[in-house]
């Protein structure tokens, strides 16, 4: 156990957890000993139960470690290369930055979901709008 968690650099109180959630211990003797192989089984399973899949228009939110809901139903696109698009868009429960990468193809399938703004397009209209600059005159 102490091993384990030297190994990992977590609390060996965290094995113990482990432990209870179903992690296998040779016997049940002390000191308490797992073979490699079911710290790995069971690490191996724990990860597959945890994974968590986005839906349709859905992107992985790191502060609410879940598939989230985009702001406003919006995200900006990005064009990294012809097949594949950077989006960018807002949690729409914590407001965090959230990114996803997809293939140019998906676009119009996302598209009918959320509302999808081309960053370029976006940065033209900023330079060619001149009430950025009105709110300096009027002061
Ligand atoms: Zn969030």
Request: net charge positive; aromatic share 6%.
């Amino acid at each position: 156990m102490a091993e384990i968690a030297k190994l990992f650099g977590i609390h060996r109180n965290t094995v113990r957890r482990w432990l209870k959630e179903g992690l296998e211990a040779i016997d049940h003797r002390r000191p308490v000993l797992i073979h490699g192989s079911a710290l790995k089984a069971y690490l191996t399973k724990r990860r597959a139960q945890r994974r968590q899949t986005c839906r349709p228009g859905e992107f992985y939110c790191f502060r609410c470690r879940a598939p989230r809901a985009t702001w406003g139903a919006m995200a900006d696109v990005s064009f990294r290369s012809a097949t594949v698009a950077r989006l960018s868009a807002l949690c729409a429960c914590c407001e965090t930055p959230m990114h996803r990468t997809i293939r140019r193809a998906d676009l119009p399938a996302l598209a009918a979901l959320v509302d999808l703004r081309t960053v370029a397009s976006e940065r033209m209209n900023e330079r060619s709008d001149p009430s950025a600059n009105r709110a300096f005159e009027e002061v």
